[in-house]
């Protein structure tokens, strides 16, 4: 055995470093899953009720950002989406209203921002993400309810993830208080994103 030993250990080396090689992959499905936001496939709709009895839809057709989890605590979510207010558009005059200083005021603050902090799967498409928006300048906390296109962690980071986002806001909280006899405070806030790996 001990004469063995010398002209084994090299083989044994090579069958070491071998299945170490076939380990990488495993260490780095461990690991964090990184998107980044399609911006030819996302948008955002910011829907409002408009004299009681009909309602208005301010589209926001531009939108960036980061999406990334993680096996090592599920619940950890970073996502960071960045919406640019100028684009906003109601497809009528209201545009102009919407992106004056009364609204969104976008000649000072262009940029809407939506931070995610708490990912709560509740099933395995669905979840409640926990996080922040920003517009104006004013942080305000938000809960969105999430269905993904497929689990989010069946992917491996490999391939795109489609997600719709749902949640409600008070425009008021924001600085938003003009016209309230026409404009409903309530705003229904729709996020429609492909997240592909990044």
């Known amino acids: 055995m001990h004469r063995l030993l010398p002209r084994l250990l090299p083989r044994l080396l090579i069958a070491l470093a071998v299945v170490m090689a076939m380990l990488q992959p495993a260490q780095g499905a461990a690991g964090d899953l990184r998107y980044v936001i399609d911006r030819s496939a996302s948008h955002v709709d910011a829907k409002v009720a408009f004299f009681g009895i009909a309602s208005k839809t301010a589209k926001f057709p531009d939108m960036s950002g980061t999406f990334n989890l993680s096996f090592a605590d599920l619940e950890a979510l970073d996502m960071v989406v960045d919406i640019d207010a100028r684009t906003l558009t109601t497809g009528d005059s209201q545009t102009k209203t919407l992106q004056g200083k009364s609204f969104f005021d976008v000649a000072h603050h262009p940029t ?63 600085g938003m208080t003009a016209f309230p006899w026409i404009i409903g405070a309530m705003v229904n806030v729709t996020i429609r994103a492909r997240m592909v790996p990044g």
């Open 112 to 174: 809407v921002r939506f931070v995610g902090r708490r990912l709560k799967m509740s099933g395995e498409k669905t979840a409640e993400v926990e996080g922040d928006i920003t517009a104006r300048g004013i942080t305000r906390p938000i809960k969105l309810a999430v269905t993904f296109s497929v689990p989010p962690f069946s992917t491996g980071g490999t391939q795109p993830i489609s997600i719709v986002g749902t949640g409600v806001i008070d425009r008021r909280q924001f």
